[in-house]
């Protein structure tokens, strides 16, 4: 997981192929200005879902991962609380079609977004996005989704 400015995220170019696609278009343009749904950048490896979304509760709420995305979250409205896990018991199996499981356990990290903040959460890393902050209750967010791995399980080059 990395947690920086929008500011700093050229910082983190090298780390993955597909991570440089989506710092290159990130900073040529707005995502703000995206109708919401998916934009592709890269076809599959690379694209954008905008959306409106009603926050949550922290408390109780399951933890997602994936296999075959990072997820690079950014609050274009409002803000949000996050949380992070470095495991948790199954909660709802992991699903090849969704990329998506599900885990509960106990969070060691936590942050807010908004105001020029982004979350990069990792395959594998269970993580917490769209929880409420004392603020907000809904926020207009930008889920980057950056293909790396392959299905079973190996990183991409």
Sequence with gaps: MIT?????????????????????????HDPAALPNGRTEIDGDRV?????????RDAEGA???????Y??????????????????????KPYDGETDAGFVTGPE??????GDGRFALFFPGEPHKP?????????VRKAVVKIEMLHNKGAYLE
Aim: proline share 3%; charged share 20%; net charge negative.
């Design 108 to 113: 060691q990290a936590a942050g807010t977004l």
């Design 47 to 55: 694209f954008i879902n905008v959306m409106d979304a009603a926050l």
């Design 4 to 28: 920086d400015t929008l500011q700093n995220l050229p910082r983190y170019r090298g780390l993955h192929k597909n991570l440089d696609v989506a710092i290159r278009w990130l900073m040529a």
């Design 70 to 91: 990072a997820d690079l979250q950014i609050d274009l409205t409002g803000s949000e609380q996050w949380g992070w896990a470095a495991a948790g018991a199954e909660d």
């Design 62 to 68: 399951a933890f997602e991962y994936h296999h075959r």
């Design 130 to 138: 769209s929880c409420r902050t004392p603020d907000c209750d809904t």
